[in-house]
């Protein structure tokens, strides 16, 4: 609001002039009231305060703060489609070729047993032993039962002897009788001699023959007894054997070098035959089990070269398909594939491990690096070069990725033919930041 001069006050001033009654007098400024020049500075004030309101507005919107960052310079990348052979991604575990669960089998109380899970044996390492008195007590009785075995036999053989040496006289007599009861019966023949003569000679040499029969009747039940002594000489040395078996099952021998994976018992406690003490396994003989379902075995050969991927050691191994076991799981109608690794020491059986066999069939793919690749948590994205008014800027775009292959990654969605993506300097843009890329 502004102070205003009336018309009737100039129009007198004017007149008084004209008449010359008032000498030469200049007419006087106006003068404004107090509250005329404080209604005068408000205004002024809120006018100033307005200009400026609307100076920092129209900077606000067209300065953004992301434009005061320097750009960087990055490396681009042009996505391209690629024409790359379909593969077949099959998975399975690790697991040893060389695996048991050691136990007894006999009963008694355990007096070793001091290993524990983790520590490692060589083969024919005595792992166990069990408190077998009982068993060390038959292997003696049956090792008396062998000698007294034995001792028949001897005395047999004695007895059997014996009788041969009664039967090389008896047929001795027998040779003579036969040669005097010839001489007799021809001197008889001539009345040479009395039959009484030739009677008795009759008589002898049947008495000689009968000795002679009687004799080798002793040695053939000699013989039989011999053979029946042999048999329980064998008879006891198989309780010895059975015995010393049993006994030597008190003490548990590492049937190949490896490591103990459960303990299962401890010394002290009393076991039966199969209990259970320790399962063990060679983790330096490790192969890779899949189960490869019945529609793709045929792309599936034995000898067939094939790199397995274990991603929990973020290794690849070169390895052959070894075995292909030639039943099917008739609940998942899957052949089960053996696959033999070679340990560089950081394999541990249960991993996860998986192949990609080549199929016929090709497919247009986009491809980019893995070190252009953001992970944020279970999201993935990559910084796409964006321009607007001659200024480029990283845009993040999450995308989603399929099979990785040497070193690249197969993008699903989220990115088409034409995109530039950043490869480098990645952790140190943010969204929408400047840059300067180079191809």
Known sequence: MTHSISDESLNESHDETMDGSVGQKQ??????????????LGGTLL?????????????????????????ITVETLTIRAQSITNTLQLSGTIRPVEQATLSTRV???????????????????VLARIDVMD????????????????????????????LESQRLEAQAALRLAQINQSRMAQLQAEGAVSQSRLDEANTTLDEARARVAQSEA????????????????????????????????????APFGGVIVQKLAYEGEMTSPGTALLRVENPDRLQLEISVPEENLRFVQVSQPVQVRIDAVNQTLNA?????????????????????LNNSGRLISGMFGRIALPLSEKQETILIPTNALIQRGQLQGVYVVTTNDAQSAAVLRWVKTGQQRNGEVEIVSGLMEGDRIITSHINQLSDGQPVSPQS
């Open 27 to 40: 007419p006087s400024a106006p003068r404004l009231s107090q509250k005329g020049w404080g209604l005068l």
């Open 47 to 71: 006018l100033a305060g307005g200009v400026w309101s609307a100076l920092q507005f129209s900077h606000s919107n067209h300065l953004p703060e992301t434009t005061l960052a320097p750009a």
């Open 107 to 125: 009963m008694g109380r355990i007096t070793q047993l001091s290993l524990e899970a983790g520590d490692r044996f060589q083969k024919g390492e």
């Open 135 to 162: 068993m060390a007590a038959q292997t003696s009785q049956a090792q008396a039962g062998v000698a007294q075995a034995q001792a028949e036999v001897a005395r047999a053989q004695a007895t059997l002897n014996q």
């Open 218 to 253: 002793g040695i053939r039940q000699a013989q039989a007894a011999i053979a029946q002594s042999h048999a329980a000489v064998n008879r006891a040395e198989s309780s010895v054997t059975s015995a010393s078996a049993s006994e030597s099952y008190g003490t548990v021998i």
């Open 320 to 340: 052959r398909i070894e075995q292909i076991v030639p039943t099917a799981d008739p609940n998942s109608r899957s052949f089960l594939v053996k696959i033999p």
